[in-house]
């Protein structure tokens, strides 16, 4: 890492020890609910044990919230990708691994799985936040690394598990929310509005338990993309002289024109939950919970072109002196419907959780039962109310998955937990030819894929005290993994092609060790090997190599993690400090990049590839104390430097030493609240990442324009006024200094959000 990260990470580090110490002089009476390190002193080594945890209740007090994700917005070292409020496309990054790598993270509500186990993008695969909307939810827990036996390689950067609570007497909510953004860049200069409108209700009757919620969100957002055209090296008279373009450089530094903007997308989204639950006169409890999502999402596109007074979107043109041909899909290929309706079920059996013996068993379900996307492939204007296109279907893809748990506490200084877990996924899309794009019915096929992945597993983890202060634990994860029933089929170029089965077993030890020093300091050792499967789309993607068609390979190899970290913390009654030491090793990495498609061919394509190996190291730095400097003022941040690159690329040399896709050298942030009373809060906030590279031998340097990944630095505000302990009131702004950055898409520039809320 650079040595400007490295000495702005020991400025940090300097800063939050001088403030740990000075708060520990002062005291305090509040607890931290934000960065909680779980679990008693008996359970020290528990790798289990969330390293964050986000409560409901800090949320709703710091964090202009709209949705689920949201919640996550100052967490430790992750960033959530999320381009405007409604996003259905807001993936994770981690400590080590980038916004492209979804599968490295594991999702969870109420033990069902929200991670999109059939990709691993930033699209398509990217987590379902919106099945949970935030007033249902209770607590957010954050799990580093893959060093708990219990859960899959997939939590090689983080696992993420989101708990609903049930009501112990009757509840009532009514929460609204409304947004404006002013958005000016390049010929865009719009005001958009988001408005939510949430509520629920439960109640406990007896051992009967029940909670009913729903929330509708209505946002119109700004532009995602940008249409943009390669411009000519000579200068031409040809074509029609048209005026509005700006002059603009890619993330490469080669010169291009922007030509309007697209992707302006108006989505109204709907999400119903239902949680039921039964205690049992003997401890055990059984549980429901349901959720359906409902999304209506139209997509609209904005020329900056003019020939006179007239709009352009196509055709044989002349912009300041360079002849360009502009194709009709440089637009309509932006025009757009969604609709979605997507279900999640899960049902949980278990026992009492104190005694000797503890159990639970969980079954889930994840079903897209209406995903369709029509496109206009039509020439604009003409395509706005009519023409051709296509519409692309994912019905029938979903996952389920199935656990049995259980620990045993019966041995004397050790804690034995086991289980066995299924889960099986199912993806299936279809794209149609239309001839109306808006209302027409199916046409011929254009293409699909289909396939299936299935991973049985068993699991064992001990925790062992060896004495009263020195803890340890050992673990063992097997699994049995196949991928099968795969197709891909093309009209044009023409490929029809059954894909082979394949299939791993893979063995995943995991070690963690903890040492009480003393009532404050504990220090921590951990350990773990970790497999990733490939997934469904990984394996079928399809390429065109001019006039004929490939699926480049459906022969890939698991990637296997070695994951390793070094932690030491301090924990007082007036806060909490972390640093933290992590390496991580990927062997066969599954990485997109660019290598021959046809053997003994110059002709590169890019695709996704096993690379021999990546290296990850890093230092994460975390606090948060109260009654810094005065009583009631709370600072909590955080600090991670990242050394993230490719050791060994045997395909791609070009890669080699390069920084990893998507990870910054350094990111952070920093959120002060001040309470001066129990009605007050005021909360200021920060985020900051050095610029990214987007691509595995970092070919894109200039990251200030569309498609690149910039540096930011946001800040945030919000003021809560809790009127009663009913009605409460806020005011909030998200990117208070309007900075206008890219993550390859452009971001939101200064929101102003108004929030009132009643609950009883």
Same mark, same amino acid.
């Given at each position: 890492?650079?040595?400007?990260?490295?000495?702005?990470?020991?400025?940090?580090?300097?800063?939050?020890?001088?403030?740990?110490?000075?708060?520990?002089?002062?005291?305090?009476?509040?607890?931290?609910?934000?960065?909680?390190?779980?679990?008693?002193?008996?359970?020290?080594?528990?790798?289990?044990?969330?390293?964050?945890?986000?409560?409901?209740?800090?949320?709703?007090?710091?964090?202009?919230?709209?949705?689920?994700?949201?919640?996550?917005?100052?967490?430790?070292? #992750?960033?959530?990708?999320?381009?405007?409020?409604?996003?259905?496309?807001?993936?994770?990054?981690?400590?080590?691994?980038?916004?492209?790598?979804?599968?490295?993270?594991?999702?969870?509500?109420?033990?069902?799985?929200?991670?999109?186990?059939?990709?691993?993008?930033?699209?398509?695969?990217?987590?379902?936040?919106?099945?949970?909307?935030?007033?249902?939810?209770?607590?957010?827990?954050?799990?580093?690394?893959?060093?708990?036996?219990?859960?899959?390689?997939?939590?090689?950067?983080?696992?993420?598990?989101?708990?609903?609570?049930?009501?112990?007497?009757?509840?009532?909510?009514?929460?609204?929310?409304?947004?404006?953004?002013?958005?000016?860049?390049?010929?865009?200069?719009?005001?958009?509005?988001?408005?939510?409108?949430?509520?629920?209700?439960?109640?406990?009757?007896?051992?009967?338990?029940?909670?009913?919620?729903?929330?509708?969100?209505?946002?119109?957002?700004?532009?995602?993309?940008?249409?943009?055209?390669?411009?000519?090296?000579?200068?031409?008279?040809?074509?029609?002289? #048209?005026?509005?373009?700006?002059?603009?450089?890619?993330?490469?530094?080669?010169?291009?024109?922007?030509?309007?903007?697209?992707?302006?997308?108006?989505?109204?989204?709907?999400?119903?939950?239902?949680?039921?639950?039964?205690?049992?006169?003997?401890?055990?409890?059984?549980?429901?919970?349901?959720?359906?999502?409902?999304?209506?999402?139209?997509?609209?596109?904005?020329?900056?072109?003019?020939?006179?007074?007239?709009?352009?979107?196509?055709?044989?043109?002349?912009?300041?002196?360079?002849?360009?041909?502009?194709?009709?899909?440089?637009?309509?290929?932006?025009?757009?419907?969604?609709?979605?309706?997507?279900?999640?079920?899960?049902?949980?059996?278990?026992?009492?959780?104190?005694?000797?013996?503890?159990?639970?068993?969980?079954?889930?379900?994840?079903?897209?039962?209406?995903?369709?996307?029509?496109?206009?492939?039509?020439?604009?204007?003409?395509?706005?109310?009519?023409?051709?296109?296509?519409?692309?279907?994912?019905?029938?893809?979903?996952?389920?998955?199935?656990?049995?748990?259980?620990?045993?506490?019966?041995?004397?200084?050790?804690?034995?937990?086991?289980?066995?877990?299924?889960?099986?996924?199912?993806?299936?899309?279809?794209?149609?030819?239309?001839?109306?794009?808006?209302?027409?019915?199916?046409?011929?096929?254009?293409?699909?894929?289909?396939?299936?992945?299935?991973?049985?597993?068993?699991?064992?983890?001990?925790?062992?005290?060896?004495?009263?202060?020195?803890?340890?634990?050992?673990?063992?994860?097997?699994?049995?993994?196949?991928?099968?029933?795969?197709?891909?089929?093309?009209?044009?170029?023409?490929?029809?092609?059954?894909?082979?089965?394949?299939?791993?077993?893979?063995?995943? /030890?995991?070690?963690?060790?903890?040492?009480?020093?003393?009532?404050?300091?504990?220090?921590?050792?951990?350990?773990?090997?970790?497999?990733?499967?490939?997934?469904?789309?990984?394996?079928?993607?399809?390429?065109?190599?001019?006039?004929?068609?490939?699926?480049?390979?459906?022969?890939?190899?698991?990637?296997?993690?070695?994951?390793?970290?070094?932690?030491?913390?301090?924990?007082?009654?007036?806060?909490?400090?972390?640093?933290?030491?992590?390496?991580?090793?990927?062997?066969?990495?599954?990485?997109?990049?660019?290598?021959?498609?046809?053997?003994?061919?110059?002709?590169?394509?890019?695709?996704?590839?096993?690379?021999?190996?990546?290296?990850?190291?890093?230092?994460?730095?975390?606090?948060?104390?109260?009654?810094?400097?005065?009583?009631? #003022?709370?600072?909590?941040?955080?600090?991670?430097?990242?050394?993230?690159?490719?050791?060994?690329?045997?395909?791609?040399?070009?890669?080699?030493?390069?920084? #990893? /896709?998507?990870?910054?050298?350094?990111?952070?942030?920093?959120?002060?609240?001040?309470?001066?009373?129990?009605?007050?809060?005021?909360?200021?906030?920060?985020?900051?990442?050095?610029?990214?590279?987007?691509?595995?031998?970092?070919?894109?340097?200039?990251?200030?324009?569309?498609?690149?990944?910039?540096?930011?630095?946001?800040?945030?505000?919000?003021?809560?006024?809790?009127?009663?302990?009913?009605?409460?009131?806020?005011?909030?702004?998200?990117?208070?200094?309007?900075?206008?950055?890219?993550?390859?898409?452009?971001?939101?520039?200064?929101?102003?959000?108004?929030?009132?809320?009643?609950?009883?």
């Amino acid at each position: 890492m650079s040595r400007t990260s490295l000495r702005l990470g020991a400025s940090v580090l300097a800063l939050c020890a001088a403030t740990t110490v000075q708060a520990q002089t002062i005291g305090g009476s509040l607890q931290s609910e934000y960065v909680i390190v779980t679990g008693q002193r008996d359970r020290a080594a528990d790798p289990n044990r969330p390293d964050t945890q986000v409560t409901a209740a800090k949320a709703q007090e710091q964090i202009n919230t709209v949705n689920t994700e949201d919640m996550l917005k100052y967490a430790p070292s #992750l960033v959530v990708r999320k381009r405007h409020y409604g996003d259905t496309q807001a993936p994770v990054a981690t400590r080590t691994s980038g916004l492209g790598a979804s599968a490295r993270n594991l999702i969870f509500v109420d033990g069902i799985m929200l991670n999109s186990p059939i990709g691993n993008n930033n699209s398509g695969a990217s987590p379902n936040w919106s099945v949970v909307a935030p007033k249902a939810v209770s607590r957010i827990d954050v799990l580093y690394g893959p060093f708990s036996a219990r859960y899959a390689g997939n939590s090689i950067g983080a696992t993420i598990s989101i708990s609903t609570r049930m009501p112990e007497e009757f509840e009532l909510y009514v929460n609204t929310v409304g947004g404006i953004q002013d958005f000016d860049q390049y010929g865009t200069h719009s005001t958009s509005g988001t408005w939510q409108l949430s509520g629920g209700v439960g109640d406990r009757i007896g051992a009967f338990s029940w909670r009913l919620s729903v929330s509708h969100l209505d946002s119109t957002g700004h532009p995602l993309n940008y249409a943009t055209l390669t411009r000519p090296a000579a200068t031409s008279a040809a074509g029609t002289v #048209l005026t509005g373009a700006f002059s603009e450089f890619n993330r490469t530094g080669a010169p291009i024109v922007v030509v309007g903007a697209t992707g302006i997308e108006h989505q109204v989204q709907d999400t119903f939950m239902a949680k039921l639950a039964y205690d049992f006169s003997n401890g055990m409890q059984l549980s429901y919970l349901a959720s359906l999502f409902r999304q209506d999402d139209d997509s609209g596109v904005e020329t900056y072109l003019r020939n006179g007074t007239t709009p352009v979107y196509t055709g044989n043109s002349n912009i300041d002196g360079r002849n360009y041909n502009i194709a009709a899909s440089t637009f309509s290929n932006n025009l757009y419907n969604t609709q979605q309706s997507k279900l999640a079920q899960g049902l949980t059996l278990k026992s009492a959780p104190d005694g000797d013996f503890a159990w639970e068993i969980i079954a889930t379900d994840f079903a897209y039962l209406n995903d369709k996307q029509r496109v206009a492939t039509a020439t604009l204007p003409g395509a706005f109310t009519a023409g051709a296109g296509t519409v692309n279907r994912m019905n029938g893809t979903g996952w389920y998955t199935l656990d049995a748990n259980a620990v045993w506490r019966g041995w004397e200084d050790h804690e034995i937990a086991f289980g066995a877990h299924r889960d099986a996924e199912t993806f299936a899309q279809v794209r149609n030819n239309l001839t109306d794009w808006i209302a027409g019915g199916m046409g011929t096929v254009v293409n699909s894929a289909k396939g299936r992945t299935a991973t049985n597993a068993l699991w064992l983890q001990d925790i062992w005290s060896l004495t009263s202060s020195l803890k340890a634990s050992a673990g063992l994860r097997y699994e049995d993994w196949r991928a099968y029933s795969g197709n891909n089929f093309s009209a044009s170029p023409v490929l029809n092609v059954n894909q082979p089965r394949i299939s791993a077993s893979t063995l995943s /030890p995991k070690a963690t060790i903890a040492w009480q020093g003393s009532e404050k300091w504990r220090f921590t050792g951990s350990w773990g090997i970790a497999y990733r499967m490939p997934t469904v789309t990984e394996l079928y993607q399809a390429i065109t190599t001019g006039v004929t068609l490939s699926v480049p390979n459906p022969n890939l190899k698991p990637e296997r993690a070695s994951s390793y970290e070094l932690a030491v913390e301090r924990r007082t009654d007036s806060g909490f400090f972390r640093a933290s030491l992590f390496w991580e090793d990927i062997s066969n990495a599954l990485l997109s990049q660019s290598a021959p498609l046809v053997p003994g061919s110059n002709t590169l394509f890019s695709y996704v590839q096993n690379v021999d190996r990546t290296r990850a190291r890093g230092v994460e730095l975390v606090l948060d104390q109260y009654d810094v400097l005065f009583p009631g #003022l709370e600072l909590m941040g955080s600090v991670t430097a990242t050394e993230a690159r490719i050791v060994r690329n045997s395909v791609f040399a070009a890669a080699i030493n390069k920084f #990893l /896709p998507g990870v910054p050298q350094l990111k952070g942030n920093l959120v002060a609240t001040y309470r001066p009373d129990d009605q007050w809060s005021f909360t200021l906030g920060a985020r900051y990442s050095d610029k990214m590279f987007g691509t595995i031998d970092n070919s894109d340097p200039y990251p200030r324009t569309y498609q690149g990944f910039e540096g930011y630095l946001v800040a945030d505000a919000r003021v809560r006024y809790r009127w009663d302990d009913n009605w409460n009131v806020s005011l909030g702004v998200d990117n208070i200094n309007n900075k206008k950055y890219f993550l390859f898409h452009p971001f939101p520039q200064r929101t102003v959000l108004l929030e009132i809320g009643y609950a009883r």
